[in-house]
């Protein structure tokens, strides 16, 4: 597929690129949209060191201040990776689909691609806004044309039921002594629904495929929230109307949800309302998606010559997959915590100011408020609010009582002075500014 028009969607900061999309119109009047996802697995073979080094690690992980990546760089950012004018090996998953972003038939097979440019999302959005042009007219068409789709595609996942909890990704300015000078927050445009939508709809092409065959799969399951929870959020919600954001509603629908995980058992995905749903498209930084590349080259593919054999163990399957939650969620730990040690070394330059805040939870040591500006996030210990007062904590209602006093309730917006930011324990401390 070198002939066919072909680009790369990332981060302008990114050194690896492990999916890319093409785009051509069919002679019927149909779109052809291709998913193309480094061919990972063909370079690392199973119980190789390579594979054994990735299983170890399970996933890449994204510190502030550097990137300790599930694959060595002379794969992930070289021969894996989809660098613009390169040929690169993919598995792909190539739609048909209408101009309504139904699709008609899909074909799974290896490609050879030559991506013909490396986009950033913030290039592409601009484009997509009219602001600014490729300086190739084809290439501009294809991107319009592919964010209908996504857009449509996004439509039809909200209609059954899929939800948006969508989070401001926060991002550090580091001096030359790796110290946060500054910080903003990074929002998802239409161009990160773009590739967005895309990848969603290849994974669950992939997990519909093999899920329905009745072979062994790894999916990317997501449980039904705890229903006594949403019960009190909903009553929570009707008692306070529009008092609390938004945001805060979505911040407790989060904290109500279980977690997603991979498992060889599937129960479909809540969140996407997806009932097959699987990772295919990030193998550079995930181990899960190689396994899946293995399993596709066996039961789509037919490649039994080119398989792994444990990819017949349903038990070694299923073991790896409880592993390759463990990590995830060891690194996912790692990163919220480098993001709090940066928060803690930004906000201790700032101590004795005051600022504004909301609460975000309430507990029986005092009020956890995240800043309005930084988002960085305090506690208010118990014995500095209401001196003199006796404090209740009302958990149905999400709310802190002064007996004779203020009521503290989740969502309310505080003024606060920083008192103390300790990075080493990543913790920040507050008082209630009256």
């Excluded at 946060?180 to 990074?186: A, E, G, L």
């Excluded at 066996?298 to 463990?326: K, N, P, T, V, Y």
């Amino acid at each position: 597929m070198r002939s066919v028009l072909t680009f790369t969607i990332d981060p302008a900061e990114a050194k690896d690129f492990d999916d890319a999309l093409s785009f051509e119109k069919t002679e019927d009047g149909c779109l052809q949209v291709g998913v193309h996802i480094a061919d990972v697995t063909y370079y690392v073979t199973p119980d190789s060191d390579w594979d054994k080094r990735a299983y170890e690690l399970g996933t890449s992980t994204y510190l502030v201040d550097r990137v300790l990546p599930m694959l060595p760089e002379e794969l992930s950012n070289d021969r894996c990776s989809l660098n613009e004018g390169e040929d690169k090996l993919c598995m792909s998953v190539v739609f048909t689909l209408t101009h309504e972003a139904r699709v008609v038939k899909y074909k799974v097979c290896r490609t050879v691609i030559r991506s013909d440019r490396r986009f950033s999302y913030d290039e592409v959005q601009t484009i997509l806004n009219g602001e600014n042009s490729s300086g190739r007219a084809d290439l501009d068409e294809a991107l319009r044309t592919l964010n209908d789709l996504a857009k449509a595609l996004r439509r039809g996942r909200m209609q059954a039921g899929a939800l948006d909890l969508e989070q401001d990704e926060l991002c550090f300015k580091l001096d030359e002594a790796g110290e946060p000078v500054d910080i903003w927050f990074r929002k998802a445009t239409e161009a990160n629904h773009l590739i967005e939508e895309f990848m969603l709809l290849a994974n669950r092409t992939i997990a519909t495929h093999i899920g329905k065959s009745g072979k062994t799969m790894v999916y990317r399951i997501h449980d039904k929230p705890d229903t006594e929870k949403i019960e009190t959020l909903e009553k929570f919600k009707r008692k306070m109307g529009e008092r609390v954001p938004p945001a805060t509603i979505d911040m407790l629908l989060v904290r109500a949800m279980a977690k997603a995980v991979y498992s060889t058992h599937n129960i479909g995905h809540y969140g996407l309302a997806f009932d097959y749903y699987t990772h295919f498209t990030s193998p550079i930084r995930r181990y899960p998606d190689m396994m899946v590349h293995r399993l596709v080259a066996q039961f789509i593919l037919g490649e039994r010559h080119r398989g792994d054999s444990r990819m017949a163990d349903h038990e070694w399957l299923e073991e790896a997959c409880r592993h390759c939650s463990d990590t995830e969620q060891a690194a996912a730990q790692a990163e919220r915590d480098s993001q709090k040690e940066m928060l803690c070394r930004y906000i201790a330059k700032h101590i004795g100011e005051e600022q504004e805040g909301m609460i975000v939870n309430v507990v029986d040591f005092g009020l956890f408020v995240q800043l309005s500006e930084s988002h960085a996030e305090g506690l208010v210990p118990i014995r500095t609010i209401c001196p003199g007062h006796y404090l209740q904590l009302d958990e149905k209602n999400y709310c802190l009582k002064a007996v004779g006093g203020r009521t503290y309730t989740l969502g309310d917006k505080v003024r606060v002075r920083i008192t103390r930011a300790d990075a080493e324990k990543r913790q920040i401390d507050f008082e209630l500014v009256e």
